[in-house]
């Protein structure tokens, strides 16, 4: 038996996490759910974005199903309290360094995407994401200069220990998919990114069997739109990879269809669609429920250890869109339940 906690988050979140879970109970595993708050909803709730139940419940999950956080309502709270801490939280607390986001076009969303159907047609990446460094945890804050002005700053880091780590995570995907790795960094300019070449360079010579290459990220953000096809995995830090996966996300047709990884060092992970908690059409229907099924289908495959359960998955979530079913976001007019419903018809 797996315990599963289920932490719906705010806006879309508890929609999407609610039709992820209908598809997981359909497969008749022996999984059991526990759900708790997150984000702005257990600000409200418990006075804090992560409270600590929710995170002891994390603890001893054997997998986290995240939804979304993320609320305007709570921008002016203090930033130590605002629902994006949770996942932050959550990523510090149990040691998810690791954050894999394939980017695949479905057959039939080209026309979704806003490249050119030939151009799109060739998405099929994995993106892997550092996420326990940068600038997201380095020091940060406000002072006032000598000028007696206003300054932030945000201090962007990574040792060569945290480098070496996340690019084994990527010469590891790399070697089970084309065995072609592009490392992304800015190493014209940043010392940061001299580092990270330099280490990766270093993991590189443990790995004659795949094709390494660098980009400046400037340039795969172009490369992205001209010619996502030539990219097999990307390896980046965490401010490039939030950005790049993005991105990606928008080249393979909607930001709804792109589930995502939190891994630590062993099995443990924390899934979860990358589209956010969009506030603006919560509670109507018109979410996209795919990507938080298909992040479902990557807890199976990663921290379950059930290939079989998440292929099934992944071939009914591709059935149901080669059918024509469409939410809003692709656009259709199927709501959040009925995309689900579908998916759900095409399971066996």
Request: proline share 5%.
């Amino acid at each position: 038996m797996s315990l599963i906690a289920l932490l719906p988050g705010d806006g879309i979140g508890p929609e999407v996490v609610t039709q992820a879970r209908r598809v997981l109970e359909a497969l008749s595993l022996d999984l059991v759910f526990e759900e708790a708050p997150v984000g702005g909803a257990a600000y409200l709730q418990e006075g804090h974005p992560l409270p600590a139940a929710t995170l002891a419940l994390a603890k001893r999950a054997d997998a986290v199903l995240f939804g979304a956080v993320g609320d305007p309502r709570f921008d002016a709270v203090e930033r130590a309290f605002r629902p994006e801490q949770a996942i932050l939280g959550l990523r510090r607390e149990l040691g998810l360094f690791a954050n894999l986001r394939p980017a695949k076009l479905f057959p039939g969303l080209e026309d979704a995407s806003a490249l050119k159907p030939e151009v799109a047609g060739a998405i099929d990446m994995v993106i892997v994401r550092e996420l326990n460094g940068d600038v997201y945890f380095g020091e940060k804050g406000r002072r006032t200069t000598l000028e007696g002005l206003r300054e932030g700053y945000d201090l962007m880091s990574y040792d060569e220990r945290e480098v070496e780590r996340i690019a084994r995570v990527g010469f590891e995907t790399a070697r089970v998919r084309s065995k072609r790795l592009c490392s992304v960094d800015k190493a014209n300019v940043l010392e940061t990114s001299q580092l990270w070449r330099d280490v990766v360079n270093s993991v590189a010579t443990e790995y004659p069997d795949v094709h390494l290459t660098h980009m400046y990220v400037d340039n795969a953000a172009m490369q992205l739109v001209r010619n996502p096809g030539q990219f097999d995995v990307i390896v980046t830090g965490n401010l490039f990879g939030d950005i790049l996966s993005d991105q990606a996300s928008m080249c393979a047709g909607s930001i709804g269809m792109l589930p995502s990884a939190a891994l630590d060092t062993g099995k443990k992970g924390l899934y979860e669609p990358i589209h956010g908690s969009a506030p603006d059409i919560a509670g109507q229907g018109k979410a996209n429920p795919c990507a938080t099924i298909l992040s479902a289908a990557m807890m199976l495959r990663y921290s379950l250890d059930d290939e079989a359960s998440a292929e099934r998955i992944e071939r009914a979530v591709e059935a149901a869109l080669t059918a024509g079913v469409r939410t809003p976001d692709l656009g259709g007019t199927a709501t959040t339940a009925e995309m689900a419903d579908a998916i759900l018809a095409r399971l066996a």
